[in-house]
Nanobody, 116 residues
Framework: QVQLVESGGGSVQPGGSLSLSCAAS????????MRWYRQAPGKERQLVAG????????DYADSVKGRFTISRDNSKNMLYLQMNNLKPEDTAVYYC?????????WGQGTQVTVSS
């Protein structure tokens, strides 16, 4: 059974930090491209960061460059997103996503709220 389980969301003040984790199981994690998406109320789901198999390329949305860092640990089947200098516009549900060919898996999401 394929599972992606996000954790680490919560409420934080502007300028604060959060670290999201995504635990993967039920598929060959190391072969999948892994991504973080987010969806704010009333808005479409947005790609936040992606990491290819090689670990040498990481892509970020312009809005999070320099503030967010994606990483993965294939030995633990884990994906991470370190979020620093958070802004109110970062408020959204954050989703873990795994892609390999025509296969695509999603987690259930974790809420991140940035507010003073």
């Amino acid at each position: 059974q394929v599972q992606l389980v996000e954790s680490g969301g919560g409420s934080v003040q502007p300028g604060g930090s959060l670290s999201l984790s995504c635990a993967a199981s039920g598929f060959n994690f190391s072969r999948f491209t892994m991504r973080w998406y987010r969806q704010a109320p009333g808005k479409e789901r947005q790609l936040v960061a992606g990491m290819l198999l090689s670990h040498t390329r990481r892509d970020y949305a312009d809005s999070v460059k320099g503030r967010f860092t994606i990483s993965r640990d294939n030995s633990k089947n884990m994906l991470y997103l370190q979020m620093n200098n958070l802004k109110p516009e970062d408020t959204a549900v954050y989703y873990c996503n795994a892609i390999y060919g025509c296969l695509r898996y999603w987690g259930q999401g974790t809420q991140v709220t940035v507010s003073s």
